[in-house]
């Protein structure tokens, strides 16, 4: 890292720990207002994240981020993390069952004045669906 570029590792950090504690207004201190996500198409700025982290926390109500890998090149971070919960509450359509989520993600998080201003997000959803029991646990063969 260069003298004239900012170590972000560290605000970058309380994305995680927003989510863990449960705080939207702590993500909140860490996004540009016209904040947005890929893949997602919306864009309705820090509040789009902030109500996605009362959603999870909601559906997940002991949601947490373990933070494993944290990578700074230029102005974007690099997080690698473990997000675990229990499924208590309705998700995307599907009834709770109780079951344990235990995903990897992988997240980019582009830096501007200090603030996150684009996030691309990568969730293994596929392997928490099957733990959820939303999605068969066994592939079908190909016999």
């Keep these: 890292m260069s003298a004239h570029e900012s170590d972000n590792r560290q605000r970058a950090a309380i994305w995680y720990e927003a989510f ?25 700025g820090k509040q789009t994240a902030m109500k996605l982290l009362v959603s999870l926390t909601t559906v997940f109500p002991d949601f947490y981020i373990e933070v494993q890998d944290m990578i700074q090149e230029g102005n974007k971070v690099v997080v690698r993390s473990h997000i675990t919960g229990t499924h208590i509450h309705p998700f995307l359509g599907f009834p709770a069952r ?7 993600a992988i997240d980019i998080h582009e830096f501007k004045d200090g ?19 939303v999605l068969p646990s066994d592939p079908p063969s190909h016999d």
């Design 98 to 104: 109780k079951g344990k989520l235990s995903i990897q």
């Design 115 to 133: 603030r996150i201003v684009h996030t691309w997000h990568s969730e293994d959803w596929m392997t928490g669906l099957r733990q959820l029991g």
């Design 20 to 44: 863990s504690k449960h705080d939207p207004d702590l993500l909140g201190t860490v996004l540009a207002d016209d904040w947005y996500e890929t893949p997602s198409a919306e864009r309705g």
